[in-house]
T-cell receptor, first 118, second 112 residues
Framework: EPEVTQTPSHQVTQMGQEVILRCVPISNHLYFYWYRQILGQKVEFLVSFYNNEISEKSEIFDDQFSVERPDGSNFTLKIRSTKLEDSAMYFC????????????????FGSGTRLTVV | DAKTTQPNSMESNEEEPVHLPCNHSTISGTDYIHWYRQLPSQGPEYVIHGLTSNVNNRMASLAIAEDRKSSTLILHRATLRDAAVYYCILNAGGTSYGKLTFGQGTILTVHP
């Protein structure tokens, strides 16, 4: 079964450093997402991405965050200057949701990257 | 975002059916009902989704009330591997670009 692949599985970084979390979505999917989950808390939406631009972003996704699809397969989340409160599991997801047709599809999530900011 | 209400926790015995309820009284006509589960230390996993009709797949069944204000996820024979947090989520479909809003979900415990 197709998978969403995330690397690395665990990243430790010093406060103030930049990190890039990487994801390979399912190849024929069109929509890509990042979510995060702070330990013991709910899964929170960060951003959705379609047609090489951000479709929607949450309040969490401030100027310190950016996303990119640098090539035909990777989807990245960059945090420019990490803070202690950025420590969380970050999940990438993809979907072949087709908006205009009003159809709906399930979403496939990756296993996550555990980011620890020290 | 339309809201869902689920019990905080439920328990089941192995090999017995499990019915996980979800209330969504403010659902709109275009909202799809999604169910995901999250096993410990893993990402959410898609289980099933539907709009109006009941749905079956290899993992589960989804029973949707006629007025769509509630739904039930049915695991036909629970196994220990089904122990997880189950999330019922409304997806606004056409205009939401697929953002999912997770609640606290239902913690399912399966006893051997």
């Amino acid at each position: 079964e197709p998978e969403v692949t995330q690397t690395p599985s665990h990243q430790v970084t010093q406060m103030g450093q930049e990190v890039i979390l990487r994801c390979v979505p399912i190849s024929n999917h069109l929509y890509f997402y990042w979510y995060r989950q702070i330990l013991g808390q709910k899964v929170e939406f960060l951003v959705s991405f379609y047609n090489n631009e951000i479709s929607e972003k949450s309040e969490i996704f401030d100027d310190q965050f950016s996303v990119e699809r640098p090539d035909g397969s990777n989807f990245t989340l960059k945090i420019r200057s990490t803070k202690l409160e950025d420590s969380a599991m970050y999940f990438c997801a993809s979907s072949d949701w087709q908006g205009a047709t009003r159809e709906d599809y399930g979403y496939t999530f990756g296993s996550g990257t555990r980011l620890t900011v020290v | 975002d339309a809201k869902t209400t689920q019990p905080n926790s439920m328990e089941s015995n192995e090999e017995e059916p499990v019915h996980l309820p979800c209330n969504h009284s403010t659902i709109s006509g275009t909202d799809y009902i999604h169910w995901y589960r999250q096993l410990p230390s893993q990402g959410p996993e898609y289980v099933i989704h539907g709009l109006t009709s009941n749905v079956n797949n290899r993992m589960a069944s989804l029973a949707i009330a006629e007025d769509r204000k509630s739904s039930t996820l049915i695991l036909h024979r629970a196994t220990l591997r089904d122990a997880a947090v189950y999330y019922c989520i409304l997806n606004a479909g056409g205009t939401s670009y697929g953002k999912l809003t997770f609640g606290q979900g239902t913690i399912l415990t399966v006893h051997p």
